[in-house]
DNA sequence: TCGAGATACTAAGTAATACTTATTATCAGC
DNA sequence: GCTGATAATAAGTATTACTTAGTATCTCGA
């Protein structure tokens, strides 16, 4: 039997647009000397929609194990983007702020990611583009599902 | 105009989609017990396309840096999937070729890949996903395009 | 109330993926 | 045959992830 290698199977093709993106990001991000990468500024988006917020619900949002996090956070909080504050009602936590830095530099980065994403577009009609985005976000949710079962189930096991 | 940052733009969906994809790709060839992840998978698929093939070749296919991909190779040449061979038509250069072992674990991880595809298609219909895989190998090859531009811009800078 | 177990975070160690720069061997063109 | 380009790698660094183990603190039940 003939072997069925698809170069086009979801899985490389994802991985291939998700690495082409983030490499163009990166490298306009640098260019721009605004001095972070891709993942840190995943963090620093989800840190300004939450709002003051613990890492381990940050780390929760982001998808990571909170040791991940807090690494994320030390790079972030060395740069000067973030700051982490006793959690009043809780003295082992901690509170994960912007600061004035951090907000300032996610204006900045907002216009990198619409070239970005311009750049990607090209070729494609809005409504097109809206489906794609719309397909993205089902599919997201979907294995995010999944990987939360995976992981209570992973819980269950250890218990 | 006021850039309106969010964990659905673009960016940060085809990054959370690809992460979860390779995370989940990454537990089951665990489970599975291949022993080797989704991007040595992916240098091993390329090998596999490609019949012997030269590392820089292999390289530029697998769009990384020639040290990179070394790196990658050093992994599976250690775990017995791949050979080096001189190139007999240039001694710098060596053939990447598959070992017997290297075609049994494609072999393997092929259903595991549909099991994961099969999970991210949850809820869309067969069009839908088409639509969806359509648009994603059209984004790769537009975004490759620029990259390669950029590439090649860099290196007439650097001359 | 107090003690056991759970939770929040971090230190330490590991691994994969990616880069840059510099080195060695070899090739190709003048 | 020399010179510059090319193929691969050594060395060093950074990011993103994980696990395990440790400390401080909290919470709940006896």
Redesign the pocket.
Known sequence: MKFHIDPDSFGFLV?DVA?LT??EM?RRIEEAGL?????????LIHIKRAGPV??????ER??????????????LEAKGFIE?RP?P????????VLTAAGEDVIERVGPIAATVREDAALGLSPAEWETFLGTLRHVRSTLTGIRESAQAQ?RED??
Do not use: W
């Open positions: 991985n690495r983030r490499l990166d001095g972070f990468t891709t993942g840190e500024g995943r963090a613990r890492q381990n619900v940050l780390a982001l998808g990571v194990e909170a040791m991940t996090c807090s690494t994320t956070l030390d790079r982490r959690d009602s809780d003295r082992r936590a901690k509170l994960v992973a250890a218990a």
